[in-house]
Each structure stands twice: as C-alpha cells, then as structure tokens.
C-alpha cells in the first residue's frame, strides 16, 4: 500500500525506499525471489545508493551469483575502505563460494577489526582454523600413503 501512495504522490525516492525495505521483508518471509526483485527495482533507480548495493550484493551471494555479488562488495569497499560489516560478509560469502584463500584475508579483517561481532569472529576462526585443518589432512595423507616419497621397486 505504501508503494501505491508513494506512486500516487509521484514520490519516486519513497517508491524505491518502500521497494528497498520491502526486500528485507521478502527476505524474512523466505521469499528470495521476491526479495532480489525488490531490491534490483531500488537499485536500478539509484545504482550508487550504497544500502541498495550492500542489500543487492547479500542477495547475490545468497542466491550464490557469486560473480555479481564479489562485483558489488569489491565497488563497496573501494568506497567504503575498512567497513567491518563489508569486509565481513565478502569474506563470509568467499568462503560460501568454497575460495577459501581469497575470504581469509577479509575474514581476518573483519575478525581483528571488531572482535566482539559474533558473526564476524566464527568466520574468521572459521577461514583460519579450516585453512590449518586441510593443511594437515595433506601432510597426514602425503605421510600415509607415501605420495611424493622416493618410489620403491617391487619385484
């Protein structure tokens, strides 16, 4: 109802406002489908609005268009250098797109730059801590299985 009287008043900054708040109700309600379409007709009026890319960009990942949304986080923090909440969530979604050596450099970020954000501290122990783990699954199965050892003839 409220984007029908921002129309109605030809208000097109609350039109879009409506559009960009009624994603995170989209959201909520587990409708991501409807939710992107909000936030891409908020976007597309205002592309530089940096709470509709922020938004676009959370979707993106979500959805996993990784591309799309690694293209929006790297335009965010460019203008916005240092931004915790950023940083963060890039790195979060790194690691949900499985690149794990690109998300450690943004979840360390973002884990030494507020250390009492919860969300932010699991991902950096996270990306450290599953760093650590692989390397030694390698060195525990080059050991066992002798890969990379000198090669013994059998006869």
Do not use: M
Not at 13 to 18: G, I, K, L, S, Y
Not at 36 to 47: M, R
Not at 85 to 111: H, M, S
Request: proline content about 3%; some cysteine; hydrophobic content about 40%.
């Amino acid at each position: 109802k409220l984007i029908f009287v921002a129309k109605a008043l030809k208000n097109t900054v609350a039109e879009h406002e409506f559009y960009y708040t009624r994603s995170f109700l989209a959201e909520a309600n587990g409708d991501s489908k409807a939710a992107l379409a909000d936030v891409l007709k908020a976007y597309s009026y205002n592309p530089k609005h940096i709470n509709y890319r922020y938004q676009l960009a959370s979707l993106y990942g979500k959805a996993e268009q990784f591309d799309k949304c690694f293209q929006l986080y790297d335009e965010l923090l460019k203008e916005l250098p240092g931004n915790i909440n950023i940083t963060g969530n890039y790195g979060w979604y790194k690691l949900y797109a499985g690149k794990v050596d690109e998300a450690i450099p943004f979840c360390r970020a973002a884990y030494f730059g507020d250390t009492t954000n919860v969300a932010f501290n699991s991902a950096g122990a996270r990306a450290l801590s599953y760093k650590d783990d692989l390397h030694t699954v390698k060195v525990g199965l080059n050991y066992r299985f002798n890969w990379g050892g000198p090669v013994v003839a059998k006869y």
